[in-house]
């Protein structure tokens, strides 16, 4: 456990190098039944760029989506005693941080989020995992370790990012009250050019997305999304078409920051 609060504290001091600017959103958000404490808003504004980036408006309605995420869901501690509120803030944060574009769009068919220290044995592959999406189950897994060294550091390796990216494009597919929230017409614009870049990884051609990203096309959304929050700038140059298609796709700019 001290291993654990230890890590809490080791993100909570690095997050502040890391924001993205983002929209004013339109919505009754102050209907929403539940709001964080001063306390979490404390923490957020010291350790969480992209809420510390928003004008006082769209702030607003982060605490509003964060509080609401962070109470519709279980939060499902294995292999340790407890996850803590600051873990379960981080979690909701990474969450709303990739779904702002969108604001009715909570994840809301995954009801449980289970949280490892480390790597994990999966019952969907038998191997061990650092993080996974499963559908069938509602869950979202997370491997703390990883999820804090994905901000601990800028190298388009994001573990809460790249498992929330995957849990965005299947609650995109699941007829909920959230289903098809994706412009049809981007989507479609957005696989053509994932599956050109998918086949330059695997010739070897392309070097600025991992390997991993040639696997599927759902590893390489998650891949691309991590880089399109970490590492924005050098997206933007590199693949400057593909970056403006998801721009589109998730309704906001990360490269505003740098601005």
């Known amino acids: 456990m001290e291993g654990l609060l230890i890590g809490v504290i080791v993100v909570a001091v690095y997050l502040g190098r890391h924001a993205i600017m983002s929209y004013q959103y339109e919505g009754n958000f102050s209907a929403l039944p539940v709001n964080l404490t001063e306390q979490h808003k404390r923490f957020l504004e010291q350790h969480f760029p992209y809420y510390k980036s928003l004008p006082p408006k769209s702030k607003k309605i982060f605490e509003k989506r964060v509080a609401y995420f962070m109470d519709s869901k279980e939060f499902i501690p294995r292999e340790m005693i407890a996850v803590s509120w600051e873990m379960k803030l981080l979690i909701s944060s990474a969450a709303i941080q990739m779904t702002f574009g969108f604001p009715r769009v909570y994840l809301s068919h995954f009801?449980?989020?289970?949280?490892?220290?480390?790597?994990?044995?999966?019952?969907?592959?038998?191997?061990?995992?650092?993080?996974?999406?499963?559908?069938?189950?509602?869950?979202?897994?997370?491997?703390?370790?990883?999820?804090?060294?994905?901000?601990?550091?800028?190298?388009?390796?994001?573990?809460?990012?790249?498992?929330?990216?995957?849990?965005?494009?299947?609650?995109?597919?699941?007829?909920?009250q959230e289903f098809n929230f994706l412009d049809e017409d981007t989507l479609n614009e957005w696989e053509l050019r994932a599956t050109n870049t998918m086949k330059e990884i695997a010739e070897g051609r392309e070097t600025f997305f991992r390997e991993y990203g040639a696997k599927d096309r759902e590893e390489f959304f998650a891949v691309a999304v991590e880089n399109f929050f970490e590492r924005p700038q050098e997206f933007s140059e590199k693949h400057p078409l593909t970056y403006g298609v998801m721009c589109k796709l998730l309704r906001q700019d990360p490269k505003l920051l740098e601005r």
Do not use: C
Request: net charge positive; hydrophobic share 40%; aromatic share 12%.
């Open 111 to 176: 009801k449980f989020i289970l949280v490892y220290p480390g790597k994990f044995l999966s019952t969907s592959t038998n191997q061990m995992h650092q993080g996974e999406v499963n559908p069938a189950y509602q869950t979202i897994v997370i491997g703390w370790k990883y999820f804090v060294e994905g901000y601990l550091k800028k190298d388009g390796r994001n573990l809460g990012l790249h498992e929330m990216a995957h849990a965005l494009r299947l609650e995109n597919r699941i007829v909920n």
